[in-house]
């Protein structure tokens, strides 16, 4: 007679199942509850990742860590406060040039559309009416917002608070990380055996290769784009050439996908401000140097650095934004660096066959006996 089979639901097994969902669901409130904070650390450490090299290469040269981090800082900080009054003056002008640019009356409005292509207006009493009308709806509209926004100066001055809080925890952690690297390592590395150790260092390194590597190289893109907008702004007449010209080189160097029309269309409606037929040969140019970054300049720039398939950026970047909004899609090219290098690191990779070799076309024929002889080779 054989013994009887104990059930699988036990008592102890049901108690460690609902410990687990438990533990599970309240770490994931955590989670929820702490995503702000996570994110801020992450940013912190990618910055961190950023500043490493130049931290490295003042520190090879008898710096100390701390000194060496200072000055980067105090280089970045300068670098954006310029960048700041830069733009400034022209954020100023274009909204006063817009002012005076509104038309005043109704027949400033029907001399404007009379200019359009295709367009005869007259002004009759009951257009008048009509665009007196609207002219006063709108105005009110204005002023109600206006008011609202009044109304709420407390919390808009609340999240500019929060604002400043967030940038300035960023960087003392991300001073700190840099600063005091090598004991952060230690003490990461401590609870680990010597082969994990070795591998948590070259997985460390690989970080701030390509971290380091996406900056410096988006730098120097953005000083290309910039020199060469700048000197199409200068040429044309264009009013404030360089915060445009850095906007552009920036914009276009920094934010994912669609940087390269975000910075374009500022300077366009600038120039179209200016003169219209200045902001037809912005555009020539804006898209000839795009042609010229895309198939010359960043291939050069980005060879040792960003091997990535355009493919492969894009998606990085639709998963970022995604996860963490516009954080995330910042990020996504140099953690989707860091996951291909990891992955070239200890993915065993194997030689191609004969017909992957050649053109890329390929046609399906039946295996022979060869390819399975050398299958059950591989598999013994």
Known sequence: MSARQEPWLTPARLAALVVTLVASYAALIVLRALRDVLVMLLVALFLSFAMEP????????????????GLVFATFALTSLLFLAAMAPLA???????????????????DAANRLPFVDLEASSELREELEQFGERVAER?????????????SVGATALGLIVQILAISLVTFY?????????????????????????????????KTGGYIYSRLLLAVAAAVVHGLALLF??????????IWMGLTAAFVPVVGV???????????ATNDPADALWLLLVIVVYQQIENYLLAPRVQARTMDLHPAVAFISVLIGGALLGAVGALLALPVAAIFKAVLSTYVQRHELIDELHETGEFAIRPASKNDSANDSGDNS
């Open 54 to 69: 130049a931290v490295q290469y003042l520190a090879r040269r008898g710096w100390r860590r701390g000194s060496a981090t």
């Open 92 to 110: 100023i002008s274009q909204v006063n040039g817009l002012i005076r640019s509104a038309p005043r009356s109704v027949d400033e409005v029907i």
């Open 142 to 154: 204005l002023s109600s917002a206006a008011l609202s926004a009044a109304g709420d100066v407390v």
């Open 177 to 209: 990380l840099v600063a005091d690297g090598p004991r952060f390592r230690r003490t990461l590395a401590r609870p680990l055996p010597p082969g994990r150790q070795r591998e948590m260092l070259a997985i460390w390194e690989m970080a701030v290769a």
């Open 236 to 245: 044309l007449g264009v009013p404030f050439p360089l915060p445009l010209g």
């Open 261 to 271: 029309y975000l910075g374009g269309l500022l300077l366009l409606i600038v120039a």
